[in-house]
């Protein structure tokens, strides 16, 4: 097959969850109410702690940015897809392509290491409690998040040039409603064996150090709650870890059983259905996870509501006054003023 180079417009195909025209107005109302969803819980989580003082901690402040990060990363994905369907084509151009390897490749990495962080908070909360408020400082906290911001920014626009060097042939049909980046290599006519390697070790760095941190933190927890004379002290302790350990759980056994089932099938069908596993599954139960074990954040979630409901009833109020007077006010002006001269 005759290659061109990356920098000629080309234009990849994103096949999708299905090909059959039946369906597609399905998956795009099912696709858009779970986005819509996703982003307001989200949202709605991040709201609740900034409006929140008592809520102003450092295990909240993590809390937040895994929120932000899964609106970040839903929204490059899924957009995208609900696009296509609703204009009934398939393809991104070169640039898209790329961009969706950068920002998903970034965000990806940035939620794995946040929950790495927030284990290190669970584990200095119940390990080290009463040095908690010295170590877990404000400038520890923004220190991480910025760490994390930059090594993956950083990973994410290496393997994005990495790509540039590439050439691609005529078949340029990715299985998967947005681009991966081990799809994309697939694609490649060039050599790939170094653009594989860094890959495979650099995720295996930034996902494995972080993991290993989790499994460690949990350790030490466990160790320390075991050893606790109080049965209330270990239920409280483990309580504050559940929820934690549920978004690990999902976020890690979502991915492994993704590349699981790609390893053991080829079918493109069921390789999309993988992808929705992992990018949009997550995220839509993330808030659910985070607020319904939490009394914290329920109450934090119902006062935000109920500012908002207030703000919006007062809004409305005040549209209603300003029309009345409006009104009132041109039909108490002279006659005079309206006639002619």
Request: hydrophobic share 45%.
């Amino acid at each position: 097959m005759e290659s061109e180079n990356q920098m000629d417009t080309r234009e990849f195909l994103l096949l999708g969850v299905s090909h059959d025209p039946e369906l597609q107005l399905v998956l795009f109302g099912l696709f858009l109410s779970m986005y819509l969803v996703t982003v307001l819980g989200n949202l709605f989580i991040t709201l609740a702690v900034r409006s929140d003082p008592h809520l102003h901690t450092p295990v909240y402040f993590f809390l937040c940015n895994p929120s932000f990060t899964d609106i970040s990363f839903i929204s490059t994905t899924v957009p995208k897809m609900l696009m296509n369907i609703q204009r009934q084509s398939k393809t991104i151009s070169y640039a898209g392509c790329l961009t969706h390897v950068c920002f998903v490749l970034c965000f990806s990495g940035i939620e794995n290491f946040l929950l790495a962080a927030m284990a290190y908070d669970g584990y200095v909360a119940i390990c080290h409690w009463l040095s908690y408020s010295v170590i877990m400082n404000p400038h520890l906290c923004v220190l991480l998040i910025l760490l994390s911001l930059s090594i993956h920014i950083v990973d994410a626009l290496l393997h994005s040039l990495m790509v540039l060097r590439l050439s691609f042939c005529t078949d340029l049909e990715i299985p998967h409603f947005f681009c991966e980046l081990d799809q994309v290599i697939k694609l490649s006519c060039s050599a790939t064996l170094i653009n594989n390697i860094l890959f495979y070790l650099v995720s295996g760095i930034l996902s494995g150090v972080p993991l290993l941190g989790i499994i460690y933190s949990y350790i030490k927890i466990v160790s320390s709650v075991l050893r606790m004379s109080s049965a209330g002290g270990r239920h409280k302790a483990f309580s504050t870890c559940v929820s934690h350990i549920s978004v690990v759980s999902l976020f890690y056994g979502m991915c492994f059983g993704v590349y699981i089932s790609s390893a053991v099938t080829d079918s493109s069908t069921n390789s999309a259905a993988a992808s929705v596993i992992y990018t949009v599954v997550p995220p839509l139960l993330n808030p659910f996870i985070y607020s319904l074990r939490n009394r914290d954040m329920k109450e934090a979630l119902r006062n935000l509501i109920i500012k908002l409901l207030f703000c919006g009833l007062c809004h409305l109020l005040c549209a209603w006054a300003s029309n009345k007077s409006q009104c009132a006010g041109t039909l108490g002006k002279p006659q005079f003023l309206y006639d002619g001269d």
